[in-house]
């Protein structure tokens, strides 16, 4: 039996509708032409993606990236209106992708065309050190006229594909390492050659790109897939000293890696400069208190660059510890609902590929927001759904649509509660 | 797979769970003090969106307002800058003060409702106004008559106690606070010489002496002296100003001429005792029950009262005995009253509700005591060393004072209250290290501001 859910869907419009108005009346004190014309855009996109979709999927997922996007959009706007308006439209794009990505079932080609994404991805990574622009410290943009796009948020979803290939075929062997001390079980080397090659690309994009977040998020990736399809705790624990052992080496060899370090660990005496960032961004979230300034009240604004990186602190800042955690919330619900679906496909190639999804989108806020909030040194990836930027919109947008395709399968296949029970 | 998934699922919920405990360390266990960081805009930047109350004269004529300027709100202080030390300021820097700070709740609206419905955004709202006692014309006369010295003068209402005038010179204006905190002169004039200046009142002490004295019964009101110019009590001479011979003298004319050949003897003739009770029911010597910094004055202790000589000297306002001009004010309120206390005040209301103190008929002398002393006082206008405090119409009733000190050339007070059969206003006027007699010096002072108070003309 189909089933729509559409008070759930319109709760989630309205709530995202909602935090947009508030975020315009409380800045200008009205709604002008451009700002109705963004909110229509983007409850007519959502009910139009909505609708199309006809329930044939998950019925959570979409009204979920509604609510996020919603209040990423009302937060955009209340920084800069110009890129409010931009991102509403790479956002209406972004349900397109959506749209075409849940119709999605080639996941053969995923598996034949193993190489062609392994290859794609490295000439992508090659291309942007040679020719890309550099922006916030990462060299990570490819331009095109008008447009630039940052190549990794590409790459991210070529390098997850390949991994579903490679790990297919050999999960059989990575699940039965030989013992090769009396403590220690390594699988045999030639499965593991791929496993370095990848954490030596790593290195490269860390080092030549100076993209620490999406290095860090790439082969975080690569050692929960290897570890979800072998059930071997001892590949996170290898990947874990792996980046160890590159983060020492970055850390003694690389300024730009040392001083985020330095900063993690002691912001205050760095407060003038490269400091400033985070301390206002810790500012922000002790101004939001328990349920925040209220939306378009607080100083989001003194944030260096919040539209980025920091836009969970401004959120925090305006929407209090209950926004926050409510937005944390919102990823959990993404991440459980993807990998419940990617497991309902068994052991396939569009298993591994919907784990890959999950962890990439669940892998990458938690890299943001344990950067922001000084969990872990700032890397500088953008938060999904959230974060100001058209590449990482779409991504996102497209990441989640492969998913809802496999739960329109995944529901051909059996009922999804049985599913979900599975996990 | 499903178990290695499972597990991921958790190990994802268990890294979300800990960035939410690392979110709440931040907004609930560090968050006040990160609000309250020195480093941290953001409460700054909220006070300038808020529309403060305005805090006003007796009269309701503004004294502090908040005026929008482009981008937020600016605290105008538009009455006398005299004032400025007692009402307070509110700095970007250097944070608020006075009333600024003791009522921050009520001006800024917090007391009624969470701040954000202040701002202009969300509408008109505003914070609460202050009314204080203050009276906007009676201050601009004390500043007026003041212009060009260090001094203060505190103007009370005699029965209620309310302060009319709070003035200390120099001031310095709160718009640019820089200029007095950075002038060389470590903040001369951030300093409130009306409320927590501490002085040696010399002669304007005698008539708090006499008080003690007849009330105690230490002397009788038909005592006559025989004043030679100097008495040597042990091995000190104590000398009249300029030596004057003055021969014998009743204690009216000992107070009007201002005698201290015989307020040294009253002095040593007195009980210490009598002295610190006097004191304690005119409460002087503590901290003054008022929302805004200010001073207790400062008196010897009963074991040093035991001594003559320390009698002696408290008889004439020396030794160690430093009073502010609040409390020489409360002293000439209480003999003009009748010998009622007074208990000085400053705010009226805050917004609609009043919150100045219920009146309270509370004795603290014998009505003969302060009808004889406040004769004497009259005569210290009409025909003492007072007579520059005379006002046209009104009779004043006074005493001067020249306090001798080590900082310098002596102080000049005048304590008064007018008009004196029914006395509405009390005044202390000190000037420092003015070098000329309280006669001289400070009596027109006075006779300015109460001929401003009371609509009479100034006879100078």
């Known amino acids: ?423 | 797979m499903e178990v290695s998934a499972r597990r991921l699922l958790i190990g994802f919920l268990t890294a979300f769970l800990l960035l939410e405990a690392w979110m709440g360390y931040w907004v609930v266990w560090q968050g006040p003090a990160l609000v309250a960081h020195k480093y941290n805009p953001r409460p700054l930047l909220a006070e300038g969106r808020i529309a403060r109350g305005a805090i006003l004269d007796r009269h309701g004529e503004p004294l502090v307002v908040s005026e929008w300027r482009q981008s937020s709100y600016k605290r105008i202080f538009t009455g006398p800058l005299s004032a400025v030390h007692t009402i307070g300021y509110m700095h970007s820097r250097y944070g608020k003060s006075g009333l600024e700070r003791a009522y921050d709740e009520e001006l800024s609206g917090r007391a009624i409702r969470p701040a954000p419905s202040f701002e202009r955004q969300a509408g008109g709202d505003k914070g609460l106004n202050i009314t204080t006692t203050i009276d906007i014309n009676i201050q601009k006369a004390a500043e007026k008559a003041l212009a060009g010295r260090r001094g203060a003068v505190v103007v009370l209402d005699a029965r209620t106690g309310a302060i009319l005038a709070s003035a200390s010179v120099p001031y310095f204006d709160p718009a640019a606070m820089d200029d007095a905190l950075f002038a060389g002169d470590q903040g001369e004039a951030l300093f409130n010489r009306a409320l927590q200046g501490r002085y040696p009142p010399g002669s304007a002490w005698k008539p708090f002496v006499l008080c003690a004295a007849l009330e105690s019964r230490s002397l009788s009101p038909e005592e006559l002296f025989e004043d030679n110019g100097s008495i040597t009590i042990g091995n000190h001479t104590f000398h009249n100003f300029e030596e004057e011979v003055l021969g014998v003298i009743s204690l009216k004319e000992a107070l009007v001429h201002s005698s201290n050949v015989a307020f040294v003897q009253i002095g040593i003739r007195t009980e210490g005792k009598a002295f610190l009770d006097l004191a304690k029911r005119l409460d002087i010597v503590s901290t003054p029950n008022l929302p805004v910094p200010a001073t207790a004055s400062h008196l010897p202790t009963l074991n040093t009262l035991q001594q003559t000589g320390a009698r002696a000297q408290f008889g004439f306002g020396q030794g160690e005995v430093w009073v502010t001009p609040l409390h020489m004010a409360t002293i000439a309120a209480a003999i003009g009253n009748g010998g009622y206390k007074v208990r000085p005040y400053l705010v009226e209301k805050v917004g609609d509700k009043v919150v100045a103190p219920e009146p309270r008929q509370e004795r603290v002398m014998p009505a003969w005591v302060a009808e004889f002393v406040k004769e004497a006082m009259v005569a210290v206008v009409t025909e003492g060393t007072g007579r520059r405090a005379a006002v046209a119409g009104i009779s004043v009733a006074g005493k001067t004072g020249t306090a001798q000190n080590p900082g310098g050339a002596a102080h000049a007070w005048f304590i008064a209250f007018a008009p004196a059969e029914d006395p509405s206003v009390a005044i202390a006027v000190v000037l420092e290290n003015s070098g000329g007699t309280g006669g001289v010096q400070a009596a027109p002072v006075a006779a300015q501001v109460i001929a401003a108070a009371l609509g009479g003309k100034n006879q100078n």
């Open chain 1, 1 to 423: 039996m189909k089933r729509y859910y559409p008070g759930l869907m319109l709760l989630a419009l309205a709530s995202g509708a909602l935090a947009q108005v508030l975020v315009h009346l409380a800045q200008n004190g009205q709604l002008d032409n451009r700002a109705a014309t963004g909110l229509g855009l983007y409850v007519a996109s959502f009910l139009a993606l909505y609708l199309w979709l006809r329930g044939r999927g998950d019925p959570v997922i979409l009204p979920v990236i509604a609510c996020l996007v919603g209040l990423g959009l009302a937060e955009i706007w209340r920084l800069d209106s110009a890129r409010g308006w931009q991102q509403t439209w790479w956002v209406a794009l972004g349900t397109v992708c959506f749209a075409v990505a849940s119709r999605f079932r080639n996941w053969h080609l995923v598996a034949d065309l193993k190489y062609v994404w392994a290859v794609a991805a490295a000439l992508l990574l090659v291309v942007t050190i040679i020719f890309g622009n550099e922006i916030g410290g990462a060299r990570a943009w490819l331009r095109f006229g008008r447009f630039s796009f940052q190549a990794s948020e590409l790459a991210k979803l070529m390098v997850v594909a390949y991994l579903a290939a490679y790990l297919a075929d050999t999960k059989e062997f990575l699940a039965a390492p030989r013992r090769i001390l009396w403590f220690i079980k390594m699988p045999p080397a030639r499965h593991l050659g791929p496993l370095l090659l990848m954490w030596f690309l790593f290195m490269v994009m860390f080092v030549f790109q100076r993209d620490l977040g999406g290095a860090l998020l790439l082969f975080g990736v690569f050692v929960l897939m290897v570890y979800t399809a072998s059930n071997r705790l001892i590949y996170i624990t290898l990947g874990s000293l792996l980046v160890l052992v590159g983060g020492s080496l970055a850390y003694t060899v690389f300024n730009h890696v040392r001083t985020r370090f330095i900063v993690w660990l002691n912001p205050w005496q760095y407060y003038q400069n490269i400091g400033y960032q985070i301390i206002q961004g810790l500012f922000a979230m002790a101004q939001g208190g328990l349920t925040g300034t209220g939306l378009g009240m607080g100083f989001p604004y003194l944030i260096p660059a919040a539209e980025n990186d920091f836009i969970f602190n401004a959120l925090v800042e305006e929407l209090g510890l209950l926004g926050g955690t409510f937005i944390l919330a919102m990823y959990m619900i993404l991440v459980a609902r993807s990998l419940t679906w990617a497991v309902a496909h068994g052991d396939d190639v569009e298993a591994l590929a919907g784990v890959g999804l999950a962890t990439l989108l669940g892998l990458q806020a938690i890299i943001i927001i344990g950067g922001v909030t000084r969990m872990i040194p700032v890397t500088g990836v953008t938060l999904p759904f959230l974060s100001y930027g058209g590449s990482s919109m779409l991504a996102s947008f497209v990441q989640m649509g492969l998913i809802y395709s496999l739960s329109v399968t995944a529901a051909g296949a059996g009922s999804p509660q049985s599913a979900a029970e599975g996990v």
